[in-house]
């Protein structure tokens, strides 16, 4: 009856049991943290038809003048993450922009 109380005041509530040790006395350890959602990443995939796009082009051109020091490989990399960054949030906006144009269209 107590721990069923006890569970609907902390609805995230996680007990463990442990393991017996020296004495006959079994530790357990509660946790009563919140939950936190992990979101599936996904892969970043560059579309051609972004490349009609004159937005894409100046975000590839600005980020392609970056210097720096290391090995070709390692300046090139940095080059790449530098327009993915800048391109993700901005893919964001323009599909959800073609989407509701194509619905439109279909309805």
């Keep these: ?8 005041l902390y609805p995230n509530l996680v007990t463990l049991h442990e393991s ?21 990443s996904y892969p970043f995939r560059f579309h051609n038809f972004w490349t009609s796009h004159s937005s894409v082009e100046q975000i590839v051109k ?24 800048e391109l993700k949030p901005w893919a964001k906006v323009k599909l959800v922009m073609y989407r509701i144009k194509f619905k439109k269209k279909l309805g």
Excluded: Q, Y
């Design 1 to 8: 009856m107590g721990i069923v109380d006890f569970s609907n």
């Design 20 to 40: 017996f040790t020296f004495s006959d006395h079994c530790p357990i350890i509660i946790s009563a943290e919140a939950k936190t959602h992990h979101f599936k």
């Design 62 to 85: 600005g980020n392609w003048r970056l210097k720096g020091k290391g090995s070709n490989m390692f300046r090139f990399m940095r080059k790449l993450k530098a327009i993915k960054k």
